[in-house]
């Protein structure tokens, strides 16, 4: 899948990938897995989408963003947005696909492989418009018997499929009993928890 001679840009849509590994029942080690596109391309950018709750006291996944941020990843976040829906309940939500677009539309006619983390079917027309531009496409997902994240169309769409699975060796983070926040080293973090950026977040009726 990995030629050290192209051109390669990854995208990584956060909270699919999150879902996905712990369906799985891993956890990411995202220095690793920055480390394998490194060794064994021309890494051009590494780009990791996600939706931040900054109302929140405490946002759970602060600490990986902030981490990703220092250690070569670009970071593209959002703001959740919140509204009242017909039936009076308050609603949170936000997405990061179009922003995920437009930055591959723009790098695909200037690398050679892209790399999309998502099983996410509502990309299979952006896919194809990346391989118009020259660029070979590779879905990282997982088929996994009951775990199963990727859209068929999407799987079809991609140059070449890679089960997320087959890299667990390469990319998993070893688990610890120590209380989150509580690292070794300044290359420690914690996302074990997580939401989905893509679903509605409903609280009690305000009526």
């Given at each position: 899948m990995l030629k050290t001679n192209e051109k390669t840009a990854i995208f990584i849509d956060g909270a699919n990938l999150y879902a996905t590994a712990r369906g799985l029942d891993f956890d990411i080690d995202y220095k690793k897995l920055l480390a394998m596109f490194r060794d064994g391309t021309?890494?051009?950018r590494a780009y990791y989408y996600t939706v931040l709750f900054e109302d929140q006291d405490y946002s759970p996944i602060r600490p990986l963003v902030d981490w990703l941020d220092y250690n070569g990843y670009t970071m593209i976040t959002k703001l959740a947005k919140d509204f009242t829906d017909t039936n009076g309940r308050r609603r949170i939500r936000n997405s990061i696909d179009v922003d995920l677009a437009v930055d591959m539309l723009e790098?695909?006619?200037r690398v050679d492989h892209i790399v999309l983390f998502s099983g996410d079917g509502g990309y299979r027309r952006l896919i194809e418009a990346a391989q118009r531009r020259g660029a070979r496409v590779t879905v990282i997902s997982t088929m996994a018997n009951n775990t199963a994240t990727i859209a068929d169309e999407l799987r079809r769409q991609a140059d070449s499929f890679l089960d997320l699975n087959s890299l667990r060796d390469k990319i998993a983070r070893a688990r610890s009993n120590r209380p989150s926040g509580q690292g070794d080293?300044?290359?420690?973090?914690?996302?074990d928890e997580y939401y989905d950026d893509d679903d509605f977040v409903e609280d009690e009726d305000t009526n």
């Open positions: 021309n890494l051009v790098i695909a006619d080293n300044d290359d420690d973090y914690d996302d």
